[in-house]
């Protein structure tokens, strides 16, 4: 009897953990380095489309928060951009049902480096997309993209509101104190505007190692900076900088610790490399200057 009851309780927890891992989704931000404008070396984006569509397969998220969405054109006064149309148009090349699709939708604030999230329809809904102005530390730079995001699916509870940003580039001390501004301002919105409990903050900071000081005012009303120990630039002269980052509120964390919990401490946020990053073959391509960063979460932990 007792052997018959720890054969049960093992087929329980291979059940329990099989039904528990179809609950974690994973979400990515990537900075695709000027998508459609061809910056310096930059090859043209519609040679590499399948190159893109491929990566962003390979990291197995299905919401992205995108930065640096370069060349639009408007398509019944929404913002569309030409070349990320060509990806989705890939991506959904053999999926049939409508509903299963990969969709988009774009910031009509920063011009040339728009601030984008991808996601697919059966996976999440996504409403509301705005930009906001935090304040006046962001009245010369790019300004945050905010979506309302509700997970789809069997024990799929999970509504939270996501904020892309993308802060000042640069080492110097100007650059810094303008990202120290700009959270600040972020997080002083924060507290006065009236979102979700679950809020993820996620994109390009462009902070540099050592400065950890500058997100200290998120820090002070309680959001997490969610820790990655690889690197996100790929450059030579930038090599170890992790400038592509999550950020969660408190009321996030439950769903973040359950999927950590699930995956293991060192999978549930992961740096998408293209293979040995002392071999860069993909990124070789032009395709982007950052890898992307994806952190997995439980989608039925909503509290």
């Known amino acids: 009897m007792k052997k018959l009851l720890v054969i049960l309780a093992i087929l329980f927890s291979i059940v329990f953990n099989v039904i528990a891992q179809e609950n974690i989704r994973k979400i990515a931000t990537w900075n695709m380095k000027w998508l459609g404008t061809n910056s310096y070396n930059q090859l043209d984006a519609i040679e ?132 120290e501004n700009n959270f600040e301002d972020l997080s002083a919105w924060l507290e006065t505007n009236t979102l979700d409990s679950d809020v993820l903050i996620s994109g390009d900071t462009n902070v540099y190692f050592g400065e950890s000081y500058v997100y200290q005012s998120l820090k002070d009303i309680d959001y997490k900076y969610l820790y990655d120990a690889e690197k996100t630039a790929i450059y030579e002269d930038i090599l170890g900088q992790r400038f592509d980052r999550f950020y969660s509120s408190p009321g996030l964390l439950a769903e973040i610790q359950s999927a950590k919990q699930l995956v293991g401490s060192k999978e549930y946020i992961d740096v998408i490399k293209d293979n040995d990053p002392d071999e860069i073959v993909f990124f070789d391509q032009n395709i982007s200057d950052h890898y992307a960063v994806v952190l997995s979460i439980d989608v039925s932990r909503e509290r």
């Not at 990320?84 to 939708?105: F, G, H, M, P, R």
């Open 48 to 179: 590499n489309v399948n190159l893109y569509a491929d990566y962003i397969l390979r990291t197995e998220a299905t919401l992205f928060a995108l930065q640096e969405i370069g060349a639009t054109h408007s398509i019944s006064d929404e913002p569309k951009c030409f070349y990320l149309d060509q990806i989705v148009d890939t991506l959904n090349k053999s999926i049939s049902n409508e509903a299963d699709k990969w969709e988009y939708v774009l910031d009509g604030r920063n011009k040339n480096q728009r601030l984008a999230f991808l996601y697919k329809k059966d996976m999440w809904d996504v409403t509301n997309p705005h930009t906001i102005n935090p304040g006046s530390s962001y009245r010369h730079i790019r300004k945050p993209f905010l979506i309302t995001v509700q997970a789809k699916g069997t024990n799929a509870d999970l509504k939270f509101d996501f904020i892309n940003v993308h802060l000042k580039a640069f080492s110097g001390a100007d650059s810094r104190d303008k990202r």
